[in-house]
């Protein structure tokens, strides 16, 4: 008789975990486990066929693991202070003929990665007649320019300078298309992978891959 009552009173917290969930830290569940609070993860978090999100990110929750205590919170992007990648447009004008020496953005390089990912080069006004002068002893053959990114003192500088001498004909309008890539939020970053062409003409190289997350 008395594994028959405790077989009854199974079913019966069964049936009302069913119906109407599993509350932690809550009297009102309004899901099958329905968790209000932090949850602290000290191993892995397995979630089996968890399906694919199709939504917008900006107006959705993703749980997170703080690597500080383990424990499993809520991540808001659409209130998030910054994003993992942002991206802008620089437009410097009135640069001096030689170029942009060291123009400083301000962005702390602790937090970020900077690349420069491609550039549009005008005259004063917009002129698209800009051109590149050189002393007559100057090989031709030499890379026109160099744009490039690099740390100083704290913050990302960019550099953007005729190679070899050379100068603009006039003072150049830039726009530097800029991304910015938090540290905190890369899994991977590569050192230089460095590739030998041997010489070659053909464009035929080998390089090792690089680590994936």
Do not use: C
């Given at each position: ?96 003929p ?25 005259g ?53 298309s ?30 090792p ?5």
């Amino acid at each position: 008789m008395k594994n028959i009552y405790l077989y009854i009173l199974f079913v019966s917290l069964s049936s009302l975990f069913h119906a109407q969930g599993v509350g932690i830290g809550t009297s009102n569940p309004t899901q099958t486990l329905d968790v209000v609070g932090n949850m602290k993860l000290t191993e892995n978090l397995y979630l089996e066929n968890p399906g694919e999100f199709s939504g917008n990110a900006a107006n959705s929750y993703m749980i997170v693991r703080d690597n500080s205590d383990n424990i499993l919170k809520r991540y808001v992007p659409a209130t998030a202070q910054y994003g993992a990648i942002n991206s802008t447009v620089y437009f410097i004008k009135d640069i001096s003929p030689a170029g942009l020496q060291d123009f400083d953005t301000g962005i702390p390089s602790d937090k970020y990665y900077l690349i420069i990912g491609g550039f549009i080069i005008r005259g004063v006004n917009n002129n698209s007649n800009i051109k590149i002068t050189q002393p007559e002893d100057t090989a031709k053959n030499i890379p026109l320019y160099s744009a490039r990114s690099f740390i100083k003192n704290g913050t990302w500088h960019i550099k953007f300078v005729p190679n070899n001498n050379r100068v603009f004909d006039q003072n150049p309008e830039i726009r530097l298309s800029v991304s910015m890539y938090r540290r905190d939020m890369l899994t991977t970053v590569n050192n230089v992978i460095t590739v030998n062409m041997n010489s070659v003409s053909t464009g035929i190289g080998s390089a090792p891959a690089p680590v994936m997350p």
